[in-house]
């Protein structure tokens, strides 16, 4: 699956170039290329900048205009946060990045168009551009940096092509409880809670015996976890001077 291109349209400061490609090296993607930048290239304020990422500016691809960044695209996604007045179909990241991933598994080749920092892209850009991307951004303040704008697009891309849970337990060394460990912990306490006179008045024991098992069982206990209570209560009944 080839990756789609970023393209930083007249981008106005090295730093942001360099920014820009530190976020897009984190996401693995590695095609920049930049059109005009207004402090010419290649930049040392944007090789600064992009820290561990330098070999994306190294391979960057320098050219005098928009037309001329895509010729090779058979898509085109441009990012603005204002109407344009103009027919075309409006994506958010997600979904942009969603459908450059189907057309890239297809053999095509997509690219993303950025704006400069000041006013981003104008009209005339964004006429080249198939579809838009729109961020839902507080309207009151609707502006992104360059490099935000990059990171978020690279960050969708990566949650297309990467296959991963939307949530993870990190185990830190121990493993789930099994039935039989929570039987023994929960025979362990009733047997001591007996002993305490918990289970009183006696009519009512059954239902408070059911709660208590209930509880232990509906608690995702680890091992680590059992083997801890099990100690606490031996502590407690130690310092009452019972046996363990």
């Known amino acids: ?25 984190n996401f693995g993607l590695n095609e920049m290329r930049v ?9 040392p304020r944007a090789a600064a900048l992009a820290s561990g990422a330098g070999r994306l500016l190294d391979s960057a691809t320098l050219h005098g205009d928009v037309a001329d960044a895509v010729q ?40 993303v168009l950025f704006g400069p ?18 961020v839902p951004v507080n309207p009151e303040f609707p502006s992104l940096n360059l490099a935000q704008c990059v990171l978020l697009m ?37 047997r001591r809670l007996e002993q305490a006179g918990f289970f009183f008045p006696e009519e009512k024991a059954p239902h408070m015996r059911r709660v208590l098992r209930n509880l232990w069982s509906r608690m995702p206990l680890m091992r680590a976890d059992v083997q801890l209570l099990h100690g606490v209560l031996r502590q407690l009944v130690r310092g009452r001077g019972g046996p363990e």
């Open 117 to 134: 920092e000041r006013a981003g892209l104008e009209n005339d850009d964004i006429t080249r551009a198939n579809g838009i991307i729109t």
């Open 154 to 190: 690279g960050y969708e891309w990566q949650r297309e092509v990467t296959e991963r849970a939307g949530e993870t337990l990190e185990m830190a060394g121990t493993e789930p409880a099994t039935v039989l460990d929570v039987e023994t912990l929960a025979e362990h306490y009733e």
């Open 1 to 25: 699956m080839t990756q789609p291109a970023f393209v930083l349209v007249r981008p106005q400061m090295g730093e942001n170039i360099g920014a820009a490609a530190r976020a897009m090296w």
């Open 72 to 111: 090779d695209a058979h898509y085109v996604f441009a990012t603005t946060a204002r109407p344009r007045g103009m027919i075309k179909p409006v994506f958010t990241p997600e979904a942009a990045m969603r459908k450059a991933r189907a057309l890239t598994g297809e053999g095509r080749k997509v690219a």
């Open 35 to 43: 059109i005009a930048p207004r402090d010419g290239w290649p930049n």
